[in-house]
């Protein structure tokens, strides 16, 4: 069972940006694929892209299109999502979660990123 | 982009009735070759992340009780609980992952009456 743990809430202001990472365990973590999700506040969930680390190929929605970049380190079993240019509506909790196929077997706790000046 | 749309956006039943929720794809998500519908249905309650229930439009993950049923061909889907109880309230969504960008249903929101 793939168990995915998220780095922590963070809070930045307009313009910056945002790393956050997801470390993986329980499977092997080169041959399994992830996603992205985002939830604003009190709305529903919206894919941004994904990553296979074995092929080292992503994928991003167009919303997304040069303001996110997904990465992996397989020597730590971790991978990142970088969001640029971070405005107000960017507030919102962002799920990795364990891409099987397509459908989103299991998902992180999940990291709450508040952009505020 | 695929469009993903629910109905209801919510839903009140009574404990140990049923509950149906519909989601309705802007093209077909049934793929000839497999013949398998790219459709998901998640879970999730206040706080919480979503939780995978059924993947294939039909196959329940494992874990999810048997009251829980997907069906559906093509572009129309229905998840179905047979027996609703209390720990089943909850917003659910629909996903397609048939083609990227994956799309999810705006959700349904379900309550007890």
């Known amino acids: 069972q793939v168990h995915l743990v998220q780095s922590g809430a963070e809070v930045k202001e307009p313009g910056s940006s945002v790393k956050l990472s997801c470390k993986s365990s329980g499977g092997a973590f080169n041959s399994l694929a992830f996603s992205w999700v985002r939830q604003a506040p009190g709305q529903g969930l919206e894919w941004m892209g994904g990553?296979?680390?074995?092929?080292?190929?992503?994928s991003y929605t167009q919303n997304f299109q040069g303001t996110v970049n997904i990465t992996a380190d397989e020597s730590t079993s971790t991978t990142y999502m970088e969001l640029s240019g971070l405005r107000a509506e960017d507030t919102a909790i962002y799920y990795c979660?364990?891409?099987?196929?397509?459908?989103?077997?299991?998902w992180g706790q999940g990291s709450l990123v508040t952009v505020s000046s | 982009d695929i469009v993903m749309t629910q109905s209801p956006d919510s839903l009140a039943v009574s404990l140990g009735e049923r509950a149906t929720i519909n989601c309705k794809s802007s093209?077909?998500?049934?793929?000839?070759?497999?013949?398998?519908?790219?459709l998901a249905w998640y879970q999730q309650k206040p706080g919480q992340p979503p939780k995978l229930l059924i993947y294939?439009?039909?196959t329940r993950d494992s874990g999810v009780p048997d009251r829980f049923s997907g069906s559906g061909s093509g572009t129309d889907f229905t998840l179905t609980i047979s027996s609703l109880q209390g720990e089943d309230v909850a917003v659910y969504y629909c996903q397609q992952y048939y083609n990227t960008p994956y799309t999810f249903g705006q959700g349904t929101k379900l309550e007890i009456k």
């Open positions: 294939w439009a039909s």
């Open positions: 093209q077909t998500i049934l793929f000839d070759s497999n013949d398998k519908n790219y």
């Open positions: 990553i296979i680390p074995m092929l080292g190929t992503t």
């Open positions: 979660v364990y891409d099987n196929s397509g459908y989103l077997k299991s």
